[in-house]
Protein backbone atom coordinates (compact mmCIF):
# COMPACT_ATOMS: atom_id res chain seq x y z
CA UNK A 1 0.00 0.00 0.00
CA UNK A 2 1.31 3.44 -1.40
CA UNK A 3 2.34 5.68 1.33
CA UNK A 4 2.30 9.20 0.42
CA UNK A 5 -1.44 8.73 -0.91
CA UNK A 6 -2.29 8.18 2.39
CA UNK A 7 -0.54 10.99 3.85
CA UNK A 8 -3.94 13.00 3.12
CA UNK A 9 -6.26 9.80 2.86
CA UNK A 10 -5.17 7.29 5.28
CA UNK A 11 -6.82 3.76 4.22
CA UNK A 12 -7.66 3.89 8.10
CA UNK A 13 -9.39 6.05 10.82
CA UNK A 14 -6.30 7.99 12.18
CA UNK A 15 -6.22 8.02 16.26
CA UNK A 16 -5.31 11.62 17.40
CA UNK A 17 -1.53 10.33 17.61
CA UNK A 18 -1.72 8.46 14.55
CA UNK A 19 -3.13 12.12 13.67
CA UNK A 20 0.15 13.80 14.76
CA UNK A 21 2.08 11.02 12.88
CA UNK A 22 0.74 12.08 9.59
CA UNK A 23 1.05 16.12 10.26
CA UNK A 24 4.72 15.43 10.76
CA UNK A 25 5.38 12.86 7.60
CA UNK A 26 3.50 15.66 5.23
CA UNK A 27 5.74 18.22 6.45
CA UNK A 28 9.08 16.02 6.64
CA UNK A 29 8.31 13.20 4.64
CA UNK A 30 12.18 13.20 3.07
CA UNK A 31 13.77 12.98 6.88
CA UNK A 32 11.75 10.17 8.19
CA UNK A 33 13.59 7.31 6.38
CA UNK A 34 16.85 8.83 8.46
CA UNK A 35 15.23 8.40 11.27
CA UNK A 36 15.08 5.98 14.65
CA UNK A 37 11.99 5.19 15.81
CA UNK A 38 13.08 6.75 19.26
CA UNK A 39 13.77 10.24 16.66
CA UNK A 40 10.33 9.52 15.26
CA UNK A 41 8.43 9.56 18.29
CA UNK A 42 10.22 12.30 19.74
CA UNK A 43 9.56 14.73 16.70
CA UNK A 44 5.99 13.70 17.01
CA UNK A 45 5.34 13.86 20.49
CA UNK A 46 4.34 10.03 20.76
CA UNK A 47 5.15 7.08 22.07
CA UNK A 48 7.27 4.31 20.35
CA UNK A 49 4.71 1.88 20.92
CA UNK A 50 1.79 4.00 18.76
CA UNK A 51 5.00 4.23 16.03
CA UNK A 52 5.18 0.59 15.84
CA UNK A 53 1.02 0.44 15.80
CA UNK A 54 0.69 3.17 13.16
CA UNK A 55 3.31 1.61 10.64
CA UNK A 56 1.23 -1.37 10.63
CA UNK A 57 -1.84 0.60 10.44
CA UNK A 58 -0.27 1.93 6.81
CA UNK A 59 0.28 -1.39 6.14
CA UNK A 60 3.99 -2.66 6.90
CA UNK A 61 5.18 -4.68 9.19
CA UNK A 62 8.15 -2.63 10.78
CA UNK A 63 9.24 0.56 10.79
CA UNK A 64 12.66 -0.60 8.46
CA UNK A 65 10.11 -1.88 6.41
CA UNK A 66 8.19 1.48 5.98
CA UNK A 67 11.32 3.61 5.56
CA UNK A 68 12.28 1.62 2.53
CA UNK A 69 8.94 1.70 1.27
CA UNK A 70 8.81 5.53 1.56
CA UNK A 71 12.38 6.31 0.45
CA UNK A 72 11.56 4.35 -2.90
CA UNK A 73 8.09 6.31 -3.05
CA UNK A 74 9.88 9.58 -2.58
CA UNK A 75 13.07 8.61 -5.32
CA UNK A 76 9.73 7.77 -7.94
CA UNK A 77 7.84 10.42 -6.95
CA UNK A 78 10.74 13.05 -7.99
CA UNK A 79 11.17 11.73 -11.25
CA UNK A 80 7.05 13.18 -11.61
CA UNK A 81 7.68 15.95 -9.18
CA UNK A 82 9.76 18.82 -8.81
CA UNK A 83 10.57 21.20 -6.50
CA UNK A 84 7.95 20.16 -4.29
CA UNK A 85 5.32 18.13 -4.23
CA UNK A 86 2.84 20.60 -5.92
CA UNK A 87 5.10 21.12 -8.83
CA UNK A 88 4.60 18.67 -12.18
CA UNK A 89 7.53 18.44 -14.64
CA UNK A 90 5.02 18.17 -17.02
CA UNK A 91 2.52 21.43 -16.26
CA UNK A 92 2.75 24.66 -18.17
CA UNK A 93 4.79 27.29 -16.91
CA UNK A 94 1.76 29.87 -16.34
CA UNK A 95 0.37 27.22 -14.29
CA UNK A 96 3.47 26.33 -12.11
CA UNK A 97 3.54 30.44 -11.64
CA UNK A 98 -0.29 30.59 -10.05
CA UNK A 99 1.23 27.41 -7.66
CA UNK A 100 4.32 29.79 -6.54
CA UNK A 101 2.62 32.84 -6.49
CA UNK A 102 -0.31 31.24 -4.47
CA UNK A 103 2.69 29.66 -2.06
CA UNK A 104 4.19 32.67 -1.72
CA UNK A 105 0.95 34.59 -0.64
CA UNK A 106 0.62 32.12 2.06
CA UNK A 107 3.43 32.35 3.06
CA UNK A 108 3.31 35.70 3.98
CA UNK A 109 -0.34 35.31 5.91
CA UNK A 110 0.60 32.59 7.95
CA UNK A 111 3.72 34.43 8.84
CA UNK A 112 1.47 37.95 9.99
CA UNK A 113 -0.66 35.34 11.53
CA UNK A 114 2.03 33.06 13.54
CA UNK A 115 3.63 36.43 15.09
CA UNK A 116 2.63 36.79 18.98
CA UNK A 117 1.02 40.59 20.00
CA UNK A 118 3.93 42.62 21.12
CA UNK A 119 6.91 40.79 19.79
CA UNK A 120 7.59 43.42 16.68
CA UNK A 121 7.01 46.16 18.94
CA UNK A 122 9.48 44.93 21.78
CA UNK A 123 12.80 44.50 18.79
CA UNK A 124 11.81 47.62 17.08
CA UNK A 125 12.31 49.25 20.13
CA UNK A 126 15.43 47.14 20.82
CA UNK A 127 16.71 48.17 17.78
CA UNK A 128 16.06 51.82 18.02
CA UNK A 129 17.80 52.22 21.80
CA UNK A 130 20.78 50.54 20.25
CA UNK A 131 24.22 51.44 20.29
CA UNK A 132 25.02 49.42 16.89
CA UNK A 133 23.05 47.15 15.29
CA UNK A 134 24.60 43.97 13.57
CA UNK A 135 22.56 41.82 10.83
CA UNK A 136 24.39 38.56 10.28
CA UNK A 137 23.69 35.83 7.55
CA UNK A 138 25.19 33.29 5.70
CA UNK A 139 24.50 32.21 2.03
CA UNK A 140 20.84 33.45 0.88
CA UNK A 141 20.19 34.63 4.26
CA UNK A 142 23.42 36.72 3.97
CA UNK A 143 21.84 38.57 1.43
CA UNK A 144 18.72 40.12 3.54
CA UNK A 145 21.35 40.07 6.49
CA UNK A 146 23.32 43.29 4.46
CA UNK A 147 20.22 44.39 2.94
CA UNK A 148 18.71 44.71 5.75
CA UNK A 149 21.80 46.65 7.48
CA UNK A 150 21.55 49.23 4.25
CA UNK A 151 17.65 50.26 4.89
CA UNK A 152 18.40 51.03 8.85
CA UNK A 153 21.88 52.93 7.99
CA UNK A 154 20.04 55.09 5.24
CA UNK A 155 17.63 56.19 8.31
CA UNK A 156 20.72 57.32 10.94
CA UNK A 157 21.01 53.95 12.83
CA UNK A 158 24.35 52.47 13.09
CA UNK A 159 24.11 49.36 11.28
CA UNK A 160 26.26 47.16 9.42
CA UNK A 161 25.60 43.56 7.57
CA UNK A 162 28.04 40.68 7.93
CA UNK A 163 27.80 37.51 5.48
CA UNK A 164 31.54 35.83 6.60
CA UNK A 165 31.67 33.52 9.61
CA UNK A 166 35.21 35.49 10.38
CA UNK A 167 33.76 38.87 10.39
CA UNK A 168 30.89 38.12 12.48
CA UNK A 169 33.15 36.07 15.16
CA UNK A 170 35.36 39.25 15.51
CA UNK A 171 32.44 41.55 15.56
CA UNK A 172 30.94 39.00 18.69
CA UNK A 173 34.57 39.51 20.37
CA UNK A 174 34.38 43.40 20.82
CA UNK A 175 30.31 43.61 21.14
CA UNK A 176 28.65 44.83 24.50
CA UNK A 177 26.25 45.94 26.29
CA UNK A 178 24.01 48.21 24.04
CA UNK A 179 24.65 46.50 20.95
CA UNK A 180 22.05 44.47 19.11
CA UNK A 181 22.74 41.70 17.03
CA UNK A 182 19.95 40.14 14.49
CA UNK A 183 20.69 36.90 12.68
CA UNK A 184 18.35 35.62 9.79
CA UNK A 185 18.66 31.98 8.97
CA UNK A 186 16.43 29.58 7.43
CA UNK A 187 17.25 26.46 9.51
CA UNK A 188 18.18 28.26 12.41
CA UNK A 189 21.12 25.95 12.43
CA UNK A 190 24.06 27.19 11.53
CA UNK A 191 27.32 26.66 13.51
CA UNK A 192 28.93 29.41 12.67
CA UNK A 193 25.73 31.92 13.41
CA UNK A 194 24.76 30.28 16.76
CA UNK A 195 28.61 30.88 17.98
CA UNK A 196 28.57 34.19 16.49
CA UNK A 197 25.33 34.44 18.78
CA UNK A 198 26.76 33.06 22.24
CA UNK A 199 29.56 34.70 22.05
CA UNK A 200 27.81 38.27 21.57
CA UNK A 201 25.65 37.41 24.14
CA UNK A 202 28.12 36.69 26.92
CA UNK A 203 29.77 39.93 25.74
CA UNK A 204 26.44 41.92 26.63
CA UNK A 205 24.44 42.26 23.55
CA UNK A 206 21.21 41.32 22.70
CA UNK A 207 20.73 38.85 20.17
CA UNK A 208 17.23 38.34 18.06
CA UNK A 209 16.97 35.34 15.63
CA UNK A 210 14.92 35.70 12.44
CA UNK A 211 13.88 32.35 11.62
CA UNK A 212 11.63 29.64 9.96
CA UNK A 213 12.87 27.10 12.90
CA UNK A 214 10.61 28.19 16.11
CA UNK A 215 13.12 25.62 18.04
CA UNK A 216 16.56 27.26 17.22
CA UNK A 217 14.77 30.52 19.27
CA UNK A 218 14.83 28.00 22.76
CA UNK A 219 18.69 28.75 23.52
CA UNK A 220 19.20 30.81 26.48
CA UNK A 221 21.64 32.97 24.60
CA UNK A 222 18.88 33.91 21.92
CA UNK A 223 16.79 36.99 23.40
CA UNK A 224 14.09 37.59 21.34
CA UNK A 225 13.47 34.88 18.03
CA UNK A 226 10.85 36.43 15.26
CA UNK A 227 9.67 32.89 13.29
CA UNK A 228 8.61 33.16 9.99
CA UNK A 229 6.40 30.23 8.15
CA UNK A 230 8.51 29.18 4.90
CA UNK A 231 8.92 26.00 4.68
CA UNK A 232 11.88 24.49 2.02
CA UNK A 233 12.66 21.43 -0.05
CA UNK A 234 16.47 20.43 -0.47
CA UNK A 235 15.44 21.79 -4.40
CA UNK A 236 13.89 24.77 -3.15
CA UNK A 237 17.02 26.17 -0.63
CA UNK A 238 17.14 29.77 -1.23
CA UNK A 239 13.32 29.57 -2.75
CA UNK A 240 11.40 33.10 -3.54
CA UNK A 241 8.79 32.32 -0.58
CA UNK A 242 11.69 32.23 2.39
CA UNK A 243 13.58 34.93 1.08
CA UNK A 244 9.80 36.80 0.77
CA UNK A 245 9.21 35.92 4.55
CA UNK A 246 12.93 37.11 5.31
CA UNK A 247 12.31 40.42 3.98
CA UNK A 248 8.59 40.44 5.10
CA UNK A 249 9.84 40.57 8.98
CA UNK A 250 12.64 43.04 8.32
CA UNK A 251 10.09 45.19 6.45
CA UNK A 252 7.96 45.06 9.38
CA UNK A 253 10.99 45.76 12.31
CA UNK A 254 11.83 48.92 10.06
CA UNK A 255 8.20 50.50 9.61
CA UNK A 256 7.68 50.06 13.24
CA UNK A 257 11.10 52.17 13.83
CA UNK A 258 10.61 54.52 11.65
CA UNK A 259 6.64 55.21 13.29
CA UNK A 260 8.55 55.78 16.16
CA UNK A 261 11.28 58.75 14.66
CA UNK A 262 9.25 59.75 11.76
CA UNK A 263 10.57 63.12 11.65
CA UNK A 264 14.26 62.36 12.11
CA UNK A 265 13.91 58.82 9.63
CA UNK A 266 12.55 61.50 6.99
CA UNK A 267 15.28 63.97 7.55
CA UNK A 268 18.53 61.78 7.36
CA UNK A 269 16.55 59.31 4.62
CA UNK A 270 16.78 62.98 2.40
CA UNK A 271 20.52 63.76 3.74
CA UNK A 272 21.36 60.58 2.44
CA UNK A 273 19.64 60.65 -0.60
CA UNK A 274 21.37 63.72 -1.60
CA UNK A 275 24.97 62.70 -0.60
CA UNK A 276 24.59 59.96 -3.06
CA UNK A 277 23.18 62.49 -5.53
CA UNK A 278 26.13 64.41 -5.12
CA UNK A 279 28.32 61.53 -5.65
CA UNK A 280 26.95 60.97 -8.98
CA UNK A 281 27.71 64.76 -10.12
CA UNK A 282 23.38 65.54 -9.62
CA UNK A 283 22.05 69.08 -8.52
Do not use: W
Not at 41 to 67: D, I, P, W
Not at 191 to 203: I, V
Not at 223 to 251: N, P, R, W
Amino acid sequence: MKILPQMDRPAFRPSKLDQKLLAYLRENAGKVPHMTISQLAEACGTGEATVTRFVKKMGYGSLQQFKVALAAELTENSRNFIINRDIDAEESALVTGRKLLEANVSTLERTLAALPEGLIENCAQKLLEARRIRFIGLGNSGFTARDSAYKFYRIGLESAGLDNSHDMFMMAALAGKGDVIVAVSQSGQSPELLQTLQLAHKQGAYCMLVTADGAAGQQEFIDACIIYEAKESLLETGSIKAKLAQFFVMDLLYTQVVKKMPEQALENKRRTAEAVRMLNGEE
